[in-house]
């Protein structure tokens, strides 16, 4: 009797406190960037023409909302129209799923350079780890339009304004995204949502076009989609200086500590760093060690759970020199010993040759620095397996 008065209020506190028993939590995300060269830009102006972008998500859920930014921009961005489909192939959508989104009541929307907007919150049946569309149709754009240019998965502009209903005439195709960078469902509070920044490995290097199969993408899979994974991969990226786009020291709060509703955090970066030593790697070294251990008590004061990710084998690539394997070595023995990260992911056991682990194995490698299909599928199932201890 008393058992079943206690279920009748926690079942009364749930209904009368609805609210606080949800959150925002991301399903996908990706970290922007400006421009790196003229091919991140498309031949054709966005300008008064509409783009299709795919996007593959962890989570599902009935309530979304989505992000859109000019953070990386110096200019306005105008917007006539955004709306939602589930994909289909290539260009094609389920128009019978499409649902416009809106900003404030309203349909279009001008962001400020600098600047991102949320879309109002929308109704909508979206399926754990099912491909969705995004469809843009601008105004005037920035000269410069804030990107990211390692998407994996190809997007389309077609000249002019698009509907639901309209067949969709490409004029071209493009493997960047733009202006998007989130999308949240309303979960319950106990939903885990897993935010992993890293560099090229992360981004999918090595990973098939449209495939959606880096290790992120993977590690979403097998964890049955009942985890959030937010991809926050760079190509090219540095932990603490160099390399292509803001280092992970500079853009942690913005691309991994802002995501709403994360859990736990993954760190996976480094190789870049240790690739561009140019002395006997001392420095390289602490400072490396350094921006971890800024990286964990900045989730730690948050209440975030984080792992560190060994690096993994350079042998064969143009990185690879004694002292830069030491560095290597020496880096991935704090992160495995150390006791600062509540949990180590050790990709590098996970795809080192047996006989030589300073090397990939030859079957999970796509040009010994990143893996192939298989070396992310490899990572991807590790990654879920350590996450779940």
């Known amino acids: 009797m008393k058992k079943a008065i206690v279920m009748s209020v926690l079942m009364l506190a749930v209904c009368l406190g609805g609210k606080a028993q949800t959150k925002w939590v991301g399903t996908w995300a990706t ?3 400006r421009p790196f060269s003229e091919g991140d830009m498309p031949k054709t102006a966005l300008d008064g023409n509409s783009l299709r972008q795919v996007i593959h998500v962890s989570l599902g859920g009935k309530k979304l909302r989505l992000r859109l930014s000019n953070e990386m921009s110096t200019q306005p961005v105008e917007i006539k129209s955004v709306y939602i489909a589930d994909a289909g192939d290539g260009t094609d959508i389920d128009a019978g799923t499409a649902a416009y989104l809106t900003f404030d009541g309203k349909k279009s929307v001008t962001i400020e350079d600098g600047e991102a907007v949320y879309t109002d919150a929308v109704t909508y049946n979206l399926k754990p780890l099912q491909l969705l569309t995004v469809t843009i149709n601008y105004g005037k754009t920035p000269e410069k339009a804030t990107t990211h240019r390692g998407s994996r998965t190809t997007s389309y502009i077609m000249s002019g304004e ?30 885990r949502c897993i935010a992993c920044i890293g560099n090229s490995i992360t981004d999918g290097r090595g990973s098939t076009t449209d495939r959606q199969n880096r290790w992120t993408d993977v590690m979403a899979e097998t964890l049955g989609g009942e985890v959030g994974v937010l991809n926050l991969g760079i190509g090219g990226n540095c932990v603490v200086s160099g390399g292509i786009s803001e280092p992970a020291v500079k853009r942690f709060g913005r691309d991994v500590l802002a995501q709403q509703g994360i859990t736990d955090i993954i760190v996976f970066e480094g190789v870049n760093d240790i690739g561009g030593i140019k002395d006997d790697g001392a420095e390289r070294t602490r400072a ?6 800024d990286f964990v008590r900045l989730a730690h004061s948050k209440g975030i759970r984080i792992y560190g990710g060994t690096i993994t084998p350079i042998r064969n690539t143009s990185y690879w020199s004694d002292v830069r394997e030491k560095v290597r070595q020496n880096v991935n023995e704090w992160i495995r010993t150390s006791g600062n990260f509540d949990g180590v992911i050790d990709f590098e056991k996970a795809v080192a040759d047996p006989q030589a682990p300073d090397t990939f194995r030859k079957e999970l490698q796509s040009d010994w620095l990143h893996p192939n299909a298989e070396g992310y599928k490899v990572l991807g199932k590790y990654a879920a397996e350590a996450v779940q201890k």
């Open 31 to 33: 970290a922007v960037e």
């Open 162 to 191: 698009s509907a639901p209903e309209s067949i969709y005439n490409v004029t071209e195709k493009l493997e960047h995204w733009y202006n998007i960078s989130a999308l949240e469902v309303e979960a319950p509070a106990g939903t």
């Open 288 to 293: 490396l060690i350094e921006a971890y251990r």
